[in-house]
């Protein structure tokens, strides 16, 4: 299995509405890919800003490259983003686990 983590924050102000649009475009996005085990979003504070982590949970690499395209270790982003003056890291990592346990 793969574990594929994203980061990214937004001002306090659009903390709620970013939320919802993680939810229905990346969120909803990798779990009607084919290949997808699951996908999990943490919310941390600090300072003014809002820090998002998406950590989705594949099969193997090619669903992530049906996810993502060829350049998966690229962000994958979409037209609204920007409403949210998200600031995006441009890269993601693909890391092999065993297994997906709850803390």
């Known amino acids: 299995m793969i574990v594929r983590t994203w ?25 009607a890919t084919a290949g997808n085990c699951g996908a999990f979003v943490r919310q941390e504070i600090q ?4 820090h998002f982590f998406l950590a989705t949970y594949w099969h193997s690499l090619d669903p992530i ?7 998966y270790h690229t962000a994958v982003t979409y037209p609204d983003d920007q409403s949210f003056e998200l600031l995006s890291d441009p ?13």
């Open 7 to 31: 980061h990214g924050c937004v001002p306090l102000r659009h903390r709620q509405g970013f939320a919802d649009h993680l939810n229905v475009t990346g969120v909803q996005h990798a779990k």
């Open 91 to 103: 890269y993601v990592f693909q890391h092999r686990v065993d297994e997906i346990t709850a803390l």
């Open 47 to 50: 300072g003014e800003y809002a």
């Open 65 to 71: 490259k049906q996810f993502a395209g060829e350049d």
